[in-house]
Every structure is written in structure tokens, then in C-alpha cells.
């Protein structure tokens, strides 16, 4: 390895895109508290590079990106030339104090607030679904035909996972055409959130070293099987055991568990706002889609927006460390750091508020009248980005758990980031997107 082999401190910006600063990996193993610049305006980028005007930042004002060490993720995926390196980093202030805009600390606080308030921790886990765009990955959805035919790959992708410690699960032949879908163990929330934007990484280099292309876009045709971003999460109590699981509650769920899940439902379409909010994130969420469409609660129905996982009891396995819900709003057009913490929030919201059970729906929401879907809580979800932000607006209790600066500079980024895609056709919007994510 050369002198001046590099590591790279990393954001993961609003946008979902990660970005930063390259350093000598020598320099920065001799200091790892050593940092560099950053300014406030690249929180204005949108995904297409272009920075939403007007902000409020500016063009004044200096920051720096802050590393943690125990974020920190290399491999050395084969063909590479050199490894992957990188530190996921706090964005803060020149004298160290938090920067009110950096999604990783907005993710802490969601964290520290919950555990001060409840006892209650999060532990995580993001799966991701993603699509090669050249022709490989063919066959029957689910196939072993369609999995040996990019088996070289998936070696090589668990290697590199595995390399930067994300314990990989499962690689997944799915149902869309050239589709698959990757699962890394859970976590505590802020590793789970670092892990998701290392595998989204990682995936790509992967996808690069073997002369691949593929995208993570919700959408990569309007016509198409969308990619959907799947948040696991589970509560453990003050004393580490799991807290999701009682026989007797609804759907399984314990009492804070189904409070939890109580806010993550009443507040979840301005949550949309950050979990799927792009210019063709809407095409995805649709009824009969096996997406999300609804602000739903269900058992076992990849339907519903918020699902109860199952358990697996063969063996004498038993439910609680297993028990788990999944947010199924998502895309990678979010910010992982961002989404995490709206959910957190949330479901904190849910307990301090002691809101009622969520029902348990099972069904088809289309089928019920108005009235019906009233009564059940089930509210189509905000399908464009104009929709997610006036949901957002109209919540002042999830506008209440951000700087008002970092609302101001977030919609702001999302306004110019429809502007950007007025006029283009569903087709052209997909193309684009598929071209960054």
C-alpha cells in the first residue's frame, strides 16, 4: 500500500447522497480526531448537483466534517485497484458543537431522547433492493436460475460486506426483472443507518469492479417492479432484552411496541416527507403494488406500511428477540440517518402522547369506504413531493423535532428538486434518477 493511500470522511446528505473529503490514510490513523472543511450549503444539493437557491446558508459560513472511528468501513472488493476506506462523519460547528442540519446527529438525538424518556433502544436494520440497468441478472423471479447467473458477484459482494463487518444475510432474486434484494444483520440504530450507507457503497464498487451498472432508484420505469428501502426495527428495554413481543397484545405487539407503532402510523405522512420523497418516489407507492400506499398497520401483509414481521417457531425458537416490525415507506432516496430518526421520533411520539392502539388491518383498503378508512386510520400516503411537503407543513409536531434552519434548508432542497424535474415525462424521470441512485 502506497504512502499516500486515501481514506475518505463521509456525509450522507438529505438528498441520500454520500459525499466527502479524502485524506493520507497514514495522516489520519497517526490523528483520527483530525477533521476538514465543510460548508453549510452543500445541505442545499439536490440529487442532481444543483444547489436550491435561495437557502439559508449562503455562501458564507465554514463547518467540518468530524469522524468517528468506530464508523469506520474498508474492504478491498476484487479487481479494485486500491480499497474502499471510508468514516462516516459528524457534520459540526468550527468549535465542535453539533451542526443543527447533519442527519447523523439529528439520528442521535432521536436515540438519546428515547432512551432518556423510556429506557427504550432501536435496533435496525435496512434492506435494499436494487436493479443492474445492463442486461444482467435475467431469469424467473425467485429463481436458482436467476441467482447462479450472477453467483461470481454475489461471492465477491459478500466478501466486501463482509470485509467492512456488515455481516451480510441474504442475497435475494426478486420478483422484478434483474432485481434482487440484500440484507445485512440489525444493529443499534446508528450503526444500522452507517451500515446502510456502507452497503450502499460497497454494492456499487462491487457492481463497478465487475463492469456492472445498477441503480437503487425507486423507480427505474414507470411501468417497472419499483426498489424499495425496507426498515427493520425492534425495542429493547432499559436491561437489553427485547421489548417488541407479547403474546397477548395486538398483533403480537407489546404495549410500548404498539404505542410505538401508534405514532409511526398517526404522524406518517409528513414521515414520507424523509423516508420517499422524491419526484418518482409516489409511482412506487401505489394500492396493489406491494409497496406501501396507505398508512397502515399490518400483520404480515407487505401491503401495509408499517408491518408486523413473522417469527419462525420450528426448532422451539421463541418470538421475542425475533419480533420486529418494518417500515415499508422508504426509498434510497432518503437520507438512512434521516429516515431512522423520523421513526424514532415518532414512535417516541406515540408513547408520550400514550396514544391507542393502532388497529391491525388486513384486507384491501381500496374495497372500504371513505368512511370505513376513517375510522381504520388508513389515509393514502403523499405520492409527490409537493404532496410530502404540505403533509410535512401541516405536522407541527414532526416539524417540532428539527431546527427550523434545517426544515428551511431541506424543503427548500426539495422544492428546487421538483422544479428541476418539471416538464419531464414519468419515463424521464426515472431515467434520471436511476442515474444517481
Not at 1 to 28: E, F, K, N, P, Q
Amino acid at each position: 500500500m502506497s504512502d499516500h493511500s486515501l481514506i475518505t470522511l463521509v456525509t450522507t446528505d438529505h438528498a441520500g447522497i454520500t459525499r466527502g473529503r479524502a485524506l493520507s490514510r497514514a495522516a489520519y490513523e497517526a490523528d483520527t480526531t483530525k477533521t476538514c472543511g465543510w460548508v453549510p450549503a452543500n445541505f442545499s444539493l439536490t440529487p442532481f448537483g444543483e444547489i436550491a437557491f435561495p437557502n439559508p446558508w449562503g455562501s458564507a459560513g465554514d463547518l467540518r466534517l468530524k469522524p468517528d472511528p468506530q464508523a469506520r468501513f474498508t474492504c478491498h472488493p476484487k479487481g479494485a485497484a486500491t480499497p474502499l476506506d471510508f468514516v462516516m462523519s459528524d457534520v459540526v460547528n468550527l468549535d465542535g458543537s453539533a451542526f443543527a442540519a447533519c442527519p447523523r446527529t439529528i439520528l442521535r438525538q432521536a436515540i438519546d431522547a428515547l432512551k432518556k424518556e423510556t429506557g427504550l433502544s432501536v435496533t435496525a436494520s435496512f434492506e435494499h433492493e436494487f436493479q443492474f440497468t445492463d442486461g444482467a441478472g435475467e431469469g424467473a423471479p425467485f429463481s436458482l436460475a436467476k441467482l447462479r447467473g450472477m453467483e461470481i458477484f454475489a461471492e465477491d459482494l459478500f466478501t466486501a460486506l463482509d470485509q467492512a463487518g456488515l455481516g451480510p444475510e441474504n442475497l435475494l432474486p426478486e420478483y422484478g426483472g434483474h432485481q434482487f434484494e440484500v440484507t445485512v444483520k440489525p444493529a443499534a440504530a446508528l450503526a444500522a443507518a452507517d451500515r446502510a450507507v456502507a452497503l450502499r457503497a460497497i454494492l456499487n464498487e462491487v457492481a463497478r469492479t465487475h463492469g456492472r451498472t445498477i441503480t437503487m432508484s425507486p423507480k427505474s420505469a414507470p411501468d417497472g417492479v419499483g426498489n424499495g428501502l425496507h426498515i427493520h426495527l425492534s425495542l429493547t428495554d432499559e436491561n437489553g432484552r427485547p421489548a417488541t413481543y407479547s403474546a397477548g397484545g395486538p398483533g403480537g405487539l407489546s404495549d410500548r411496541a404498539a404505542r410505538f407503532a401508534a405514532g409511526i402510523v398517526r404522524h406518517m405522512r409528513a414521515l414520507v416527507a424523509f423516508t420517499a420523497c422524491s419526484a418518482i418516489s409516489g409511482i412506487r407507492l401505489q394500492p396493489h403494488n406491494w409497496s406501501s400506499s396507505y398508512t397502515w398497520l399490518g400483520d404480515r401483509d407487505r401491503e401495509s406500511s408499517l408491518r408486523i414481521c413473522p417469527v419462525v417457531t420450528m426448532g422451539g425458537k421463541t418470538p421475542d428477540a425475533q419480533f420486529n416490525m418494518e417500515y415499508r415507506a422508504a426509498d434510497c432516496t432518503a437520507s438512512p440517518h434521516l429516515a431512522l430518526a423520523v421513526l424514532i421520533f415518532a414512535g417516541l411520539q406515540g408513547l408520550k402522547e400514550n396514544l391507542p392502539f393502532a388497529p391491525v388491518f388486513s384486507g384491501d383498503p381500496d374495497l372500504l369506504s371513505p368512511e370505513e378508512r376513517q375510522r381504520l386510520g388508513l389515509h393514502r400516503l403523499p405520492t409527490s413531493i409537493d404532496a410530502c411537503l404540505a403533509a410535512l407543513d401541516a405536522d407541527g409536531t414532526v416539524k417540532s423535532w428539527f431546527d427550523p434552519l434545517m426544515i428551511e434548508s431541506y424543503t427548500g432542497m426539495k422544492r428546487k428538486e421538483e422544479d428541476l424535474m418539471a416538464g419531464l415525462s414519468e419515463e424521464e424521470r426515472c431515467a434520471r434518477y436511476a442515474e444517481i441512485y
